[in-house]
C-alpha cells in the first residue's frame, strides 16, 4: 500500500514535466509552424491574393508574370489602384478578378471556394498568396471549408519572408520581437476562435 502512495505522485510528477516540456516547445515552434508553405509548383490555374498588405498584391503580380495562363483573383477595396499597378506592370489586365466584398480570411476562402467550383478546368491548382504568418490559419480554414466538395489543388505561397526583413531565423525566435510576439499571438488567438466557434 505504501509503495503505491509513492508511486502515484512520482507519476503526476512526470506526467506534468511531460506536459511542460511539450508546452515549452510547443511555444518555441510556433512561430514557424505558422509559416506553411509550399514549392512554386510547375503549373498555377488560378492565384488568388489575400487582402491586407501591400506585398501581397505585389507578390500576386509577380506570380502573374510567373504564371501568364493562371487567372488572378485578388482581394482588395484598391480595384483602381491595383489594375494601375498590373498596367504599369505590363500584364492583361484582363486576367485579373478584383473582390471588394469580403472583409475576413473565411470570407475571401468561402469566395474563392464558390470562384473554384465554376472554374472551367477539372481540378485547378490554386495558389494562396498571403503574409508568411498568416498562412497556417489560411490552411486550416481551407481543410475545414473545402474538404471534399471543392474541386482544388490548393498551393501555399506566402510572400517571402525577406520582403518583410525577416528571416526564418526570427520566426524560429519569434518571442524575442515585438512585432513577430504579437503577430504571432494574434494569428494563434485567432485560429483558436476559429476551430472554437467556427469563425
Request: hydrophobic share 45%.
Amino acid at each position: 500500500m505504501s509503495s503505491r502512495r509513492t508511486i502515484i505522485p512520482i507519476i503526476i510528477v512526470f506526467a506534468l514535466c511531460v506536459a511542460l516540456a511539450a508546452g515549452t516547445l510547443a511555444f518555441r515552434g510556433a512561430g514557424t509552424w505558422l509559416v506553411a508553405n509550399d514549392p512554386l509548383p510547375a503549373r498555377v490555374d488560378i492565384l488568388f491574393s489575400f487582402g491586407g498588405e501591400w506585398a501581397r498584391e505585389q507578390y500576386v503580380r509577380e506570380l502573374a508574370a510567373r504564371y501568364p495562363a493562371a487567372t488572378v483573383v485578388v482581394s482588395t477595396p484598391g480595384k483602381s489602384r491595383f489594375l494601375r499597378k498590373v498596367r504599369e506592370s505590363g500584364l492583361d489586365s484582363a486576367r485579373f478578378v478584383i473582390v471588394d466584398t469580403c472583409s475576413s480570411t473565411l470570407s475571401e476562402i468561402r469566395f474563392l471556394g464558390a470562384f473554384v467550383k465554376n472554374y472551367r478546368g477539372a481540378t485547378p491548382v490554386t495558389g494562396l498568396i498571403s503574409g508568411p504568418y498568416h498562412m497556417r490559419r489560411i490552411r486550416i480554414i481551407v481543410g475545414r471549408e473545402w474538404r471534399r466538395d471543392t474541386p482544388a489543388k490548393p498551393c501555399y505561397l506566402p510572400v517571402p519572408l525577406e520582403r518583410y526583413g525577416k528571416t526564418a531565423d526570427d520566426y524560429r525566435h519569434w518571442w524575442k520581437a515585438k512585432d513577430l510576439r504579437h503577430l504571432v499571438t494574434i494569428e494563434l488567438g485567432k485560429i483558436a476562435v476559429y476551430l472554437i466557434f467556427g469563425e
